[in-house]
């Protein structure tokens, strides 16, 4: 059972204070129902993202937050994912036979929704009229969202960070988020320093996710004109040095551990007090399949005066 003080921390991190939904968003969660974050201005993302010894732990929900009901990379996972824990939502972007950006992670529509074939080969409107199906197979009723729905649906709820596809122009995204005003609170995920200087060039006021699991890749970022305040380290899915995790912090830079996949097979293995332990070992933000175990687990190591509590709601 959690202590008192651990209720009133919640308290102050977790409950929204104003409805935004109309009765016409039937399928929407009413806005105080969900935890928020809330950033409005580039300055206020890099001031969010730099690292300080009071930072507030946190989780970001892979591919949304799948669980039973709630499909990857749907907005309903999202909102089911922010009824319960504030966190950073990842999703992945995919391409459209005639140019649409939709939110699906595989090349092809067989595993995750009821229907077949490669995204690439279809239509949106095709696209459109399929469902969504669920991990454990199960059709729901829900609709492959759009990108640009989903920054339009994220505006003063969450952070985002956007997995873009092989196949998905960097030049495509970059419009989309401009067009949204979305700089503040949409991130974007690259895996290479090519990739990263390329999207830096694009548009350069980005926060960009980049891999940084040793300080020979350090090494390579510090060496890319890339200002060190936008970046987000992703440290891997292997559990890094708390050495190596304070070298980072030293610079400022916000550590995210890859705990997809091994790690969170170990927790349900092992007891979710793994969390913790990685946060402790100096992982910032644990990116998971299971956000809402994974924040309840490391809900007692956020400060209580932290100088980023200003940015929950």
Known sequence: MKTKIYGLLILLLLFSCKKEASDSQKTAVASNDLHKIVLSRVEEARDFYAWTSDRIPMVSAHRGGPYPGYPENSIE??????????????????????????L????TLDRTTSGKGKVIDHTFEEIRELFLVDKEGHQTNFRIPT?????????????FTVDI????P????VDVIKKYNAEPYAAVIT????????????????????????EEELQRFEESGIPVDRW???TGTSERPKEFNELLHEKGV??????????DRSAIARGDQIYAEFVENGADILATDRPIEAAEAIADLIPGNSSKLKYFR
Do not use: Q
């Open 147 to 159: 990108f640009e729905e989903a920054l339009a649906w994220g505006k003063g709820k969450t952070l």
């Open 104 to 107: 699906m992670h595989d090349n």
């Open 165 to 168: 596809k092989r196949e998905v």
């Open 254 to 263: 916000f550590t995210i551990l890859g705990v997809l996949g091994n790690l």
């Open 232 to 234: 987000i380290a992703f």
């Open 77 to 102: 996972a999202f909102e089911n994912t922010l009824r319960h824990t504030p966190s950073i939502i990842e999703f992945d972007v995919a391409l459209t036979k005639d140019s649409v950006l939709v």
């Open 170 to 173: 960097f030049e495509m995204v």
């Open 191 to 214: 895996y290479s320093v090519e990739a990263a200087k390329k999207m830096h060039r694009l548009h350069p006021e980005l926060m960009l996710s980049v891999t940084i699991r040793n």
